[in-house]
């Protein structure tokens, strides 16, 4: 006697296998064509053919512009009304425009109305949209484009993401073509927001402040990019945006640092579940060696929830700073009891080639700000995934061999402490891997904290045979139910 599976553990079984062959195949998703591999499935029986067309209508990501999906809707408009009395042609085919739930729209190409109005006739299971932009046309004044989503029919059932490079060497300007070219107040639902940036050359990219703000999404995600000889270029609104800390549930920086405010900020998120970010460490290091010349002064008079109160100031491009009164300047301590502290613009070490070895010093208050988000690290009660990286310089080598051990030990009181963390990943320079990647260090870590589940060591060098070693190494003398991983 046959026994068949239940419907549920049916698709189950086919939503593992289509993600197998996605990984097997290593296809990425640019066109229709990502599906292709999963409809040898649907030829198993009709009930298998029913799943897999509602598996793949539901979790593929078609591009609107898609000349293969384009005539799958040509073809079912023509044959819809010549077939009412027989079976529909739909019923057959795998993709339907009716039962799509996710598609990908270009920012400058479909944002219009006639879009918009297609998505409203056409698309009634649409569950996302992905609004891209990866060519050289300058957006910054376009976010007006984005008013049409305000009329999507089912915008409160449908999660709205973008992700977005910009690069202002000599780009082609989208200038305002419409008469009514003011941003609306956005009325429908954003959930992630990408960014990749070059180096800010002809452009300041201070519009993406206001754009995320109004967006309000609950992830973010920010990518250093160099593809120029200028280098990458440091994002110069992470303290601004860290105060908009009221709905984010994700945020990852890769290849740029954050000030250290905006680490204090993001930190008292309230629903942060993810974060993973970089610092400098050599900036960190020097805040040991120089507090001795600020003692005089009683900071347990400061409240840092008061100190950074200013509103988002658009500067001039990085490349366009000459005048010395628009960089980082760092003041005597009492300079910050009466203003406002910004660190928008702070840095220390030699990001880019706008940032010169230790051009600015380091502010008096910082080491307080520092322990303070160690404080909030350690009482964290939302984060479940953690990791913490270093930007520095290539000419930090040498600063890193002297670097303060206090940094590493103050660091590791507070990762002992907390209770919520679960992925910690260290993603650290190779120059300072010798001082965390270290037996004793974990040793102390997992004594004090039971609920991690799993460490993942990164390492940037090509050869990884001794962080596979060391990992190994760790695994099999510590006795703890945490899985060391290598990345």
């Known amino acids: ?270 629903h942060l579940k993810t974060f993973k970010f970089e610092l400098q460490f050599h900036f960190l290091s020097s805040l040991y060696r120089k507090f001795n010349d600020v003692q005089d002064f009683d900071f347990s008079t400061i409240d840092f929830n008061q100190m950074d109160k200013f509103e988002f100031i658009d500067t001039p491009a990085l490349a366009d700073i000459v005048n010395e009164d628009d960089r980082y300047q760092v003041h005597q301590m009492d300079y910050y009891v009466k203003h406002p502290i910004n660190e928008d613009q702070q840095c220390y070490c030699a990001f880019n080639i706008n940032c010169e070895d230790e051009m600015f010093d380091t502010p008096p208050y910082s080491l307080p700000l520092w322990k303070h988000c160690l404080q909030l690290l350690k009482s964290n009660t939302t984060l479940r995934e953690f990791s913490i990286g270093s930007t520095c310089s290539t000419s930090c080598e040498i600063a890193y061999k002297s670097i303060k051990p206090q940094v590493f030990d103050d660091l590791l009181d507070s990762l002992s402490n907390n209770k919520s963390i679960t992925t910690l990943t260290f993603d650290l320079d190779h120059y300072l891997v010798p001082s965390i990647y270290t037996h004793e260090f974990f040793s102390t870590l997992l004594k004090k904290n039971k609920t991690l589940e799993t460490i993942i060591l990164v390492h940037h060098r090509r050869d990884r045979s001794e962080l596979d070693a060391f990992v190994q190494s760790l695994s099999t003398t510590l006795s703890t139910k945490c899985i060391f991983k290598t990345r």
């Open 1 to 270: 006697m046959t026994t068949m599976l239940p419907i549920y553990l049916q698709k189950k079984i086919i939503s593992y296998l289509c993600n197998q062959d996605k990984v097997d195949y290593f296809n990425v998703i640019r066109n229709a064509q990502e599906f292709i591999w999963r409809t040898r499935y649907a030829f198993v029986n009709k009930q298998w053919f029913d799943l897999v067309k509602d598996i793949i209508n539901s979790t593929a990501i078609i591009r609107i512009d898609n000349k293969m999906f384009h005539s799958i809707i040509t073809k079912a408009r023509e044959t819809t009304q010549q077939q009412q009395q027989q079976q529909q042609p739909e019923d057959y085919r795998i993709l339907s425009i009716d039962l799509i739930g996710n598609i990908i729209m270009q920012y400058t190409k479909h944002l219009n109305d006639e879009t918009i109005e297609l998505l409203n006739k056409e698309y009634k299971s649409l569950q996302s949209i992905k609004i891209v932009h990866s060519n050289d046309e300058w957006i910054g004044k376009a976010t007006y484009l984005l008013n049409c989503l305000n009329k999507l029919e089912r915008k409160q059932d449908i999660q709205v993401s973008f992700s977005l490079t910009l690069a202002c060497f000599d780009p082609e300007v989208i200038e305002p073509t419409r008469e009514n070219s003011n941003q609306e107040a956005f009325t429908f639902n954003t959930n992630h927001f990408q960014l990749k940036y070059d180096y800010e050359c002809d452009f300041s990219y201070g519009f993406i402040y206001k754009l995320i703000k109004d967006l309000n999404p609950r992830s973010l995600e920010f990518y250093s990019d160099s593809t120029t000889d200028s280098g990458s270029s440091h994002f110069r609104m992470f303290h601004s945006l860290s105060k908009l800390n009221n709905r984010f549930e994700s945020i990852q920086v890769k290849y740029d640092f954050i000030p250290l405010y905006a680490l204090y900020r993001f930190l008292q998120s309230p």
